[in-house]
């Protein structure tokens, strides 16, 4: 069987760069029909693109291509006790663990113990489920998915508890 790695670590990589443009053009047009679309702001979105776009053939030239680990946001509302999100996910063989969500920045609060985050793989899908979240301060917590034989992270999980 072929390995299609690096060519599927360059199709991530410029999926990446169109995530960021996207999301630089629907800012764009929001703030475009709120006439608040100033021209320094349209200079930054182009050289921003043009900034995303160079980054990736200097990387795919070098051979210094980096794939960010891709993440899943759940949000939840301060006081619901549970989240969920399945995603689609090209996992490897191999099992699948996963590490505490720690809380990032301040104020510190408990973290969301590993026990309390349920992985189930079904296909190519990835289920996340979170439970004993009704007392999680509010805030953005973190954790990841990796291969247990490897160590190497899969996923970033985010929880953000909002208001």
């Known amino acids: 069987m072929a390995d299609f790695g690096f060519l599927r670590a360059v199709g991530d990589y410029f999926s990446l760069v169109g995530a ?7 800012g764009a047009l929001t703030d475009a ?7 320094e702001r349209a200079t930054g979105d182009v050289l921003g693109f ?11 030239a070098t051979g210094g291509l980096v794939v960010p680990t891709p993440s ?13 999100a399945t995603i689609p996910l090209a996992l490897g063989a191999g099992a699948l663990d996963r590490t505490d969500l720690v809380k990032v920045g301040l ?8 026990t309390d ?4 793989v079904t296909g190519t899908d990835l289920k996340i489920d979170l439970k004993n979240l009704g007392g999680a301060a ?6 990841l998915v990796f291969v247990t034989a490897t ?13």
Do not use: H
């Open 138 to 143: 509010l805030g953005l917590y973190k954790g």
């Open 72 to 84: 899943v946001t759940i949000l939840i509302k301060q006081g619901t006790a549970t989240g969920s």
């Open 33 to 39: 029909e709120a006439d608040k679309y100033t021209f």
């Open 117 to 120: 985050v349920t992985l189930t």
């Open 50 to 60: 043009y900034n995303d776009v160079l980054g990736a053939w200097f990387g795919l």
């Open 20 to 26: 960021k443009t996207v999301n630089r053009m629907g």
């Open 107 to 114: 104020p510190a609060a408990p973290k969301v113990a590993k």
């Open 151 to 163: 160590n190497a992270s899969v996923l970033e999980v985010q929880l953000r508890v909002v208001p």
